[in-house]
């Protein structure tokens, strides 16, 4: 195979997402007939498993590949429903000083030559963690929540992927729990808003939604449920990843451009150098 497009789903704060972002596009990808391997990147505070509902399945992780006592593919785990998902469990005792750049540039060397998808969930932050995930990834997706501490993290986020090599060539951004009502009222910034002042394209927006917390709670992704409506916004998102450029206002149908404010005020307090 030895063309997998390798991504890294990243943020700059906890808990906007990042890797119930992941195990859905990962499901929606493998739905579709792609071999896919989620690494689960954040060593020591492992969540990727749960969502996928593999908690009781993994023997191996990532740790046992570092140490040479097994290799890559000895401790994939593959999804119950879905065979052609598998999941590099993280170690929940492993210090993330454990592992380096160039360790997971030698899991993704190898696993390039099986799968059509790796995506990596990185941790949170900026942290040696961060830096492993973005090491070997071809793409960074950019997971925010549209309120200005989020955006800020995610500002700073793109600055350290910058000073790494990204560009705008090779960033995207997914809006996670947008609230088309709170938006049409102007009470929250619109899609388009946070488009403008991070300066690099929207790769999705997702909705607020109480079926993806009851999915992720269930450890069972959208496209293995009857959640047509949410789970065709991860469709929409895959099929951007695979090169179809679906239109985003099948995302954004509840945004609207008339926060200039909001913008201006962005621009001015936080800039990139």
């Known amino acids: 195979m030895d063309n997998a497009k390798v991504f890294v789903v990243t ?14 596009l990962g499901a929606v990808l493998a739905v579709k007939g792609y071999n896919v391997c989620l690494i689960d990147a954040d060593i020591g505070l492992k969540n990727l498993d749960l969502v996928l509902g593999l908690e009781n399945r993994i023997v191996y992780t990532i740790l046992d590949v570092i140490n040479g006592n097994k290799g890559v593919m000895e401790v994939l785990v593959k999804h119950k429903f879905l065979k052609n998902l598998n999941l590099l469990a993280s170690s929940q005792i492993a210090n993330k000083d454990m592992i380096s750049p160039e ?15 790796i995506i990596i969930d990185s941790p949170a932050g900026i942290e040696r963690g ?5 090491s070997a990834a071809q793409h960074a997706i950019i997971v925010t929540t549209p309120d200005l501490t989020a955006i800020s993290d995610a500002d700073r986020v793109i600055g350290l992927l910058e000073n790494n090599g990204y560009t705008d060539k090779n960033m995207s951004l997914i809006v996670n729990r947008l609230k ?3 938006v049409k009222k102007k009470e929250m910034v619109s899609a ?5 002042a991070l300066a690099i394209d929207i790769l999705g927006v997702i909705p607020d939604s109480e079926e993806i917390i009851l999915s992720t709670n269930e450890g069972k992704p959208l496209a293995l449920g ?23 206002e099948e995302d954004l149908k509840a945004d609207n451009r008339d926060n200039q404010g909001f913008v201006d005020f962005f621009k001015n307090l936080w800039k990139r150098s």
């Open 11 to 24: 943020s700059g704060k906890g808990g906007v997402g990042k890797t119930t972002i992941t195990a859905n």
């Open 103 to 117: 360790d997971m540039g030698n899991i993704i060397s190898v696993l390039s030559k099986h799968f059509h998808y």
């Open 130 to 134: 961060f830096k492993n995930a973005i």
């Open 180 to 182: 088309p009502k709170m």
């Open 192 to 196: 388009d808003d946070i488009k403008e």
């Open 226 to 248: 009857d959640k047509k409506n949410i789970s065709r916004v991860f469709d929409n998102i895959s099929e951007r990843v695979s090169g179809n450029m679906i239109d985003l």
